[in-house]
């Protein structure tokens, strides 16, 4: 009994530091709204041979839970609107769909979400009402099988769920949801399961672009947005609407509930009036989107928060109603080619190619503090740059190649080059709010290497240190150090 209990206990443990070590992480939506569509199993190949991890899919369909059994890919599925009023009219038919439609491919098949409606809020039909009861059905025929813990019931969301969501602060649901959002509310925070969120800057800037500005829906932004109601900085549209939801969840007292962007993305092509879509800006937002969560710095609300996103979507859909935006998401085109490059890891190099502002072929240029700056000023901007700027700053920390001289103006100088460098070399991107200055000779010293556009990996690599270059090495050297505690320490003494 007691070595019986030993190995729970070691288990448990385990559970917890592969938790607590996963991170954020980036999935891909697999829309099928198409007739051009390569196979199921040749899209499992694709997904696997672009490392992809995560999917998520809209239904249950066998043939791809089929194609993806054994892949190690951890998916999404979905139950349709069209299956809420029978799912939460019998606990029957939410068994049955889950003896047929799941158990015969799990756990070959890696299933983690079950997501029960989709943004009903935004559906013709008047289906809010029957989404608690089927997502109460569908985890009570989990738990008869024992999943209830393994797989995660949730529902998705668009945006059009809140009321406000400008400034973030003053984020606030829709009053007529709460009918059923307070009991969906209730729901996830019992179970633990994240609110699902349908997330799309590129909206916002398409109609509103004289209130919303292109770069900082790109996540391209050299300037902030202030809240003025709590004074948080926020330099791109999507952590201000993520913070929106944030805030409105605190405002109905549910603190706990963490959320997961079911989709997001940026379409490649549009119709004449759609000028933003293009093949450059989804590659721009995709991007920096992918590091942004996978540097797992969170929102200024929440910096830190782990955050799961899903970008939308795998395909263009030829299916699809609407304007040409609507069928050109995909990040392949159906005869699997890529509509552009996208590096999933988020740690490839940065492609210069889209400075509009860059500088010209003959010279180079950096950026540094000015002289002239307030020590406040140079402060704030250098936490923004190593921060929500996602600048490597482990070059500048004690013991390192720049931390001497251990001053302001100097460390202040690394990182705004580091930023410019890294954002193309514009004009804009050496702006820091006046406080930046750029400069015909290199203020490299030394054995601190200033990065330049031209040998961006190269002088990254002078300047590296045991340090990874996200805040996330934080989370990778404690989760190394209680790895190593419990092989060296604790099994010894469990076994």
């Known amino acids: ?110 299933i983690t979400y079950i997501t029960v409606g989709l943004e009903v809020t935004e559906s013709p039909g008047n289906t809010s009402a029957l989404v608690v009861p089927a997502m109460h059905n569908v985890l009570t025929a989990l738990k008869k099988v024992g999943l209830h813990k393994r797989i995660k019931v949730s529902s998705t969301h668009s945006l059009g769920i809140l009321s406000r969501s400008f400034p973030p602060s003053a984020g606030a649901f829709n009053s007529s949801h709460a009918f059923f959002l307070k009991p969906m509310l209730e729901f996830l925070a019992e179970n633990q399961s994240p609110f699902m969120i349908d997330l799309y800057p590129y909206y916002a800037y398409r109609d509103s672009p004289n209130n919303v500005s292109l770069d900082y829906a790109l996540f391209e932004s050299s300037s902030e947005v202030i809240d003025p109601n709590t004074g948080l900085l926020y330099t791109n549209m999507f952590d201000a609407q993520i913070d929106a939801i944030n805030f409105a969840l605190m405002a109905l007292n549910f603190r706990t509930i963490r959320i997961m962007v079911t989709e997001t993305g940026w379409p490649s092509k549009g119709s004449p009036k759609e000028k933003a879509a293009t093949p450059d800006n989804a590659q721009t937002y995709n991007t920096n989107l992918i590091r942004h969560v996978i540097a797992d710095s969170g929102t ?31 990040l392949f085109y159906p005869d699997q080619t890529s509509v552009y490059n996208l590096d999933f890891t988020g740690k490839g190099a940065v492609d210069m190619t889209h400075g509009a502002n860059g500088t010209n072929s003959n010279g180079t240029t950096w950026c540094i503090a000015s002289s002239k700056a307030s020590e406040s000023d140079l402060q704030h901007a250098l936490d923004w740059a190593c921060g929500p700027g996602n600048v490597d700053c482990s070059a500048i920390q004690p013991s390192q190649p720049c931390f ?73 050297e404690v989760c190394a150090w209680i790895a190593g505690f419990f092989l060296t320490t604790l099994f010894p003494f469990l076994f």
């Open 1 to 110: 009994m007691a070595s019986r209990f030993k190995l729970v206990f070691a288990v448990f443990l385990l559970v917890l530091l592969f938790d607590f070590c996963r991170g954020s992480m980036v999935g891909v939506c697999y829309g099928r709204n198409a007739d051009d569509l390569p196979t199921p199993d040749k899209v499992a190949q694709l997904v696997q041979l672009h490392n992809i991890k995560y999917l998520r899919i809209y239904d249950s369909n066998i043939q791809v839970l089929k194609a993806f059994a054994n892949t190690g890919v951890e998916l999404i599925v979905g139950v349709s609107n069209s299956d809420l009023l029978a799912f939460s009219q019998f606990q029957s038919n939410a068994d049955s769909w889950l003896k047929n439609s799941i158990l015969p491919y799990y756990p070959a098949t890696k």
């Open 300 to 330: 200024p609300a929440k910096p830190g928060e782990e955050l799961d996103v899903y970008i939308f979507s795998l395909f263009n859909e030829n299916r699809k109603p609407g304007l040409e935006s609507e069928r050109n998401w995909g």
């Open 404 to 476: 001497e001289p251990d001053n302001l103006v100097s460390h202040a100088s690394f990182a705004f080059n580091s930023y410019y460098q890294q954002n193309g070399a514009s004009d804009v991107a050496c702006s820091f709010g006046g406080n930046g200055v750029k400069v015909d000779k290199d203020p490299s010293y030394d054995k601190c290497i200033y990065l330049t556009s031209r040998g961006f990996n190269k002088t990254a690599a002078s300047n590296m240190t045991a340090i990874a270059s996200t805040s996330s090495s934080t989370r990778t």
